[in-house]
């Protein structure tokens, strides 16, 4: 017999053993006793009838970087990122929206270098506006942003990387991120270099630095 059958068989019980009351015994106080333990157990019975969900830990999820074959696929992997694992829509929208809490992120592709997108993501520390107010002293605003390469969400530097084509590629702009830049070639390796080359509108080429914890 299962954990709810048994729960509800025990229902049936008290509610028969208050209707014994009520039918059986005279005295107020008990009859009493007995009508409460009816209503009680009915509610048990119902909440019993409610189908029961498991409730289970979220699956991890995993993406194949060495899957994507062009920097259209990665910017297709970094759109499932951007609205799943990276938890980006959490906060920031693509478009006017009155319910997002962050910058609007249309665009961003287009205004920003993918070196300082990347430095921003991994360090949202390193660049925040100042306070500045008329009666003190400017106070610096807090980073609320998560470093998106460390837990909880802990990124990949490859899917960081389909993250920034990704919105490059939703701003209009050319996708500079090149797929066998990012792929690691020893993952041992204390320290790895990524090359992001400039497309021919002009955006210089940039190597970005990451050590491996």
């Not at 009680?40 to 029961?52: D, R, T």
């Not at 979220?58 to 074959?69: T, Y």
């Not at 942003?145 to 909880?152: D, L, Q, S, W």
């Given at each position: ?21 009520l039918?059986?015994?005279k ?12 209503v ?13 969900m ?19 696929d ?19 929208s ?12 249309a ?15 991994t ?9 500045f ?6 106070e ?13 969400i ?23 991120i ?13 320290e ?22």
């Open positions: 017999m299962s954990e709810v059958a048994l729960l509800q068989l025990i229902g049936l019980i008290v509610v028969g053993l208050g209707i014994s009351i039918l059986f015994i005295s107020k106080f008990l009859r009493v006793i007995g009508f409460v333990v009816i009680l157990g009915s509610f048990s019975l119902v909440a019993l009838s409610v189908p029961q498991a409730s289970l830990p979220p699956a991890i999820e995993s993406f194949d970087i060495a899957s994507v074959e062009s920097p259209d990665l910017a297709s992997l970094g759109q499932k990122i951007f609205f799943s694992k990276g938890q980006c829509a959490l906060c920031h693509i478009g006017p929206s009155e319910s997002a809490r962050c910058p609007d992120l665009g961003i592709g287009a205004k920003l270098a993918p070196e300082f997108i990347y430095e921003s993501l360090d949202p520390q390193a660049y925040i506006y100042l306070d107010r008329h009666d003190q002293l400017p610096e605003y807090p980073a609320q942003m998560p470093y998106i390469n460390k837990n909880p802990a990124l990949s530097q490859p899917e960081i990387y389909s993250v920034i084509a990704f919105l490059q590629k939703m701003s209009g702009e050319p996708i500079s090149k797929v066998e830049d990012i792929m690691s070639p020893d993952p041992d390796q204390e790895e270099k990524v090359a992001i080359h400039g497309t021919p509108s002009g955006n210089a080429s940039v190597v970005v630095a990451q050590a491996i914890d």
